[in-house]
């Protein structure tokens, strides 16, 4: 790698929030995100020469991530059966209409913040869940519970760390 | 009694919802789950914007817990599937004149790092397997062993104590040994050779000495290995260069001097020297007594060659005896013995019977000694080497299998059975650069593909010895295990079950269909003498039973 590769992807990895938060935004499936940002950055360090990487990058980037999200969309959506593609679509419509910038970056920060704050028990299930990888039918054996009690238990825990990372981001403390 | 009072359908509804959105996360829902859950939305606006928060959430906790997805921890080593995102993503960016492989490894490395640093992200979470997976995979120390010594030949061998038991090849830490029967070669690092007989117990100390509690045992040390010292309870004998054994038992030692000359350090006398033809018995408390060495008494090295090599014999003709038996196998679909190859043959038969899976094609690799000498064997070294077949049918459950002797995990995906490209319900089957086996399997009709990964199975020590590998992929019970040496290793639950199309696929390689150009260059590196493959599951005790015979090749 050159040192103008090298700088490129110092820039890059000063903004990855940035593009993670547009890429889930115009390409918001299941895993699409990620590959939407490893796309974006195979292609901003492969042109790093054409860019003028000491003016702000966030235009570029935009672009850049639109464009990536859109071709991978429509390559994804592509293989999906109808009803799921309708589905896919219809989410992702919403998440388009959504007027508020991405702040991935800064989101994450109070993710961070509120899971610290999370109850043992809460923790434990999002521990599991997230990071032993367990599926809910597993935790459901672990805990002695049903799948679906799993299922809807981690769905109020994102709902309240939502409203955590919400109030936190507004200069709020970060409870839960 | 009390019981739960039943849900309301308020309720009910609810719970469906958080149901269907688990199901849209995982990209596990059905075409009728997305029928219902677009209904809902288009019903209820606020379920849009749950929905949305919903999956954003998660893929932060998927990206902060490093688990599950991706983001950068697989930008360093996978993608979508998990795997080969960056070699998917290489190919998409062939337009580029320069190398995104040569752009990767420094870059992502840069980034990663970064990452890590500037989002806190290794103290966002209590640290488990996945973070020191990572750490290690990551991590610039030189791994370092304390061996001293391998195992070089066995003959019949069983040892006191399962836990500590030793194959072939099986690198030797210091500590002790217990065999309880049969016959070991132990060559020391110093080039020094031991063949301990059972029962015995010898410790090994250093890579130039030993210390035998009790038992017989015959040693021979080249010029590299003067000074070997063995250790009894009633002195010690070193070696100046010689053969010699070495009875120990409750009543006292005897040494025997075959060839050349010992010290022998008594506890109770002086030191003094034996030399050729010469023994000497040595009590706790008596001086010592010499008399004529008795070479026929102790299995020399030469002696446990030619035993080992009729065990090796027998061996390999319980192996060929079994063979018949596996073919007829009716789920079996292929099984590639790697025997009868004539120099330049470029056919491997499928010895499967009644399958639809013809010959593979052999390109590159080279035909080898395998398990046992005369057993054939395909040696992968060249990026090239590869063995290409055509499965040309769809399977919901499967068993692949093989053995396996890695000479080295030198790249990110080390290829044992790889379907062409990725496409919708293929399977990878590989070892991972940090000695972990992974199984993946390519999405279809929504869903997303998984890796199923193993613990770390190659360590260093496990390089250059036969290994029988074997990953089932049960629709049925939905798990997937892997297996070494016929045990299980692990097991992680099938997160999305259907028909699975395995198609064009090559052993040793990997072909990406979507490019001409270029393509990753995931290799195999080693030997492989067997591979087989079912349309079922095996059972564990029928993976014990075609791992069972063991791999004890002294051809190396």
């Not at chain 1, 995100?33 to 860019?51: H, T």
């Not at chain 2, 706790?284 to 030619?306: C, E, G, H, Q, Y």
């Not at chain 2, 003709?317 to 079994?322: L, V, Y």
């Not at chain 2, 790889?418 to 992974?438: C, E, N, V, Y």
Request: proline share 5%; charged share 25%.
């Amino acid at each position: 790698m050159n040192r103008e590769e090298a700088h490129a992807a110092q820039v890059f990895m000063a903004h990855h929030g940035f593009v993670m938060g547009l890429a889930l935004k115009h390409a918001p499936w299941p895993g699409l995100a990620e590959d939407v940002l490893q796309q974006v950055f195979l292609e901003f360090i492969s042109k790093a020469g054409r860019w003028d990487l000491d003016s702000d990058p966030k235009p570029l980037l935009a672009t850049m991530t639109r464009l990536v999200a859109q071709r991978y969309w429509r390559e994804r959506s592509r293989e999906m059966p109808e009803m799921m593609r309708k589905l896919a679509d219809h989410v992702r419509m919403l998440a388009e209409e959504r007027t508020a910038p991405a702040r991935y970056e800064e989101e994450t920060d109070a993710l961070r913040r509120c899971l610290e704050k999370l109850p043992e028990k809460s923790r434990s299930l999002i521990d599991m869940y997230y990071y032993a990888d367990l599926s809910t039918a597993e935790i459901a054996s672990q805990t002695g519970t049903r799948a679906d009690t799993v299922c809807r238990a981690i769905c109020r825990l994102r709902e309240k760390l939502r409203i955590c990372i919400n109030r936190a981001t507004r200069g709020g403390e970060a409870y839960v | 009694m009390s019981s739960a009072p039943e849900p309301s359908d308020a309720e009910r509804s609810i719970d469906e919802v958080d149901v269907l959105i688990e199901r849209y996360l995982t990209g596990t829902l059905t075409s009728d789950d997305a029928e219902i859950l677009l209904k809902r939305l288009e019903a209820d606006p606020d379920l849009g914007k749950n929905i949305l928060d919903q999956f954003y959430i998660d893929a932060m906790l998927k990206s902060s817990c490093g688990s599950r997805t991706r983001v950068f921890d697989d930008l360093s080593r996978s993608g979508r599937s998990g795997e080969g995102a960056f070699e998917r993503v290489s190919k998409r960016v062939g337009r580029f004149k320069r190398s995104a492989r040569a752009i990767s490894a420094a870059c992502f490395a840069i980034v990663v790092g970064a990452i890590v640093l500037s989002t806190g992200a290794a103290r966002f979470w209590p640290r488990g397997d996945r973070s020191r997976e990572a750490a290690q995979s990551v991590s610039l120390v030189e791994p370092t062993t304390a061996s001293v010594a391998v195992l070089a030949r066995s003959v019949d061998a069983t040892w006191s104590d399962p836990s500590r038991s030793y194959d072939v090849g099986s690198p030797l830490n210091p500590g002790g040994l217990r065999l309880k029967s049969g016959l070991v070669e132990i060559e020391f690092y110093s080039g020094a050779r031991v063949v301990l007989e059972g029962p015995g117990e010898l410790e090994l100390r250093s890579s130039l000495e030993a210390y035998c509690k009790s038992g017989r045992l015959s040693a021979e040390t080249p010029p590299s290995a003067r000074g070997f010292r063995i250790g009894t309870p009633n002195g010690a004998v070193v070696d100046l260069g010689t053969e010699f054994g070495l009875d120990v038992t409750g009543a006292g030692s005897e040494v025997h001097v075959f060839k050349g000359e010992v010290e022998l350090h008594a506890d109770s006398t002086p030191k003094r020297s034996l030399k050729e033809g010469e023994a000497a018995a040595i009590g706790k408390k008596t001086s010592v007594r010499v008399f004529s060495a008795n070479p026929t008494a102790f299995n020399t090295p030469a002696m446990i060659r030619s035993k080992s090599a009729a065990a090796l014999k027998r061996q390999f003709e319980a192996w060929r005896s079994a063979s018949a038996r596996w073919n007829s196998d009716p789920s079996l679909l292929a099984r590639f013995d790697i025997e009868g190859l004539a120099p330049g043959d470029r056919t491997l038969l499928n010895r499967a019977e009644g399958s639809p899976i013809g010959p593979a094609t052999i390109v590159g690799c080279g035909r080898v000694d395998g398990r046992w000498p005369g057993k054939g064997a395909l040696e992968f070294r060249g990026v090239g080497d590869r063995v290409r077949l055509e499965v040309p049918c769809e399977i919901s459950s499967f068993t692949f299998a093989a053995w396996v002797r890695v000479n080295g995990l030198d790249r990110r995906f080390n290829s044992l059975f790889m379907s062409d490209d990725f496409k919708p319900g293929a399977t990878h089957w590989q070892i991972l650069h940090d000695g972990r086996i992974r199984l993946g399997v390519a999405g279809r009709n929504g869903s997303v593909s998984v890796d199923y990964d193993s613990p770390v199975v190659f360590t260093p020590e496990r390089l250059g010895r036969w290994v029988h590998l074997a990953v089932v992929f049960d629709s049925d019970k939905r798990q997937v295990i892997h297996y070494v040496d016929g045990r299980t290793v692990g097991s992680r639950p099938v997160r999305n079950v259907f028909p699975l199309r395995v198609g064009s696929a090559e052993i040793g390689n990997w072909s990406s269909a979507a490019r001409v150009d270029r393509s990753p260059i995931r290799h195999y590196s080693g030997r492989i003498d067997e591979f087989s493959f079912y349309r079922r599951a095996l059972e564990e005790a029928e993976i014990g039973a075609i791992s069972g015979l063991e791999a004890n090749s002294d051809d190396s």
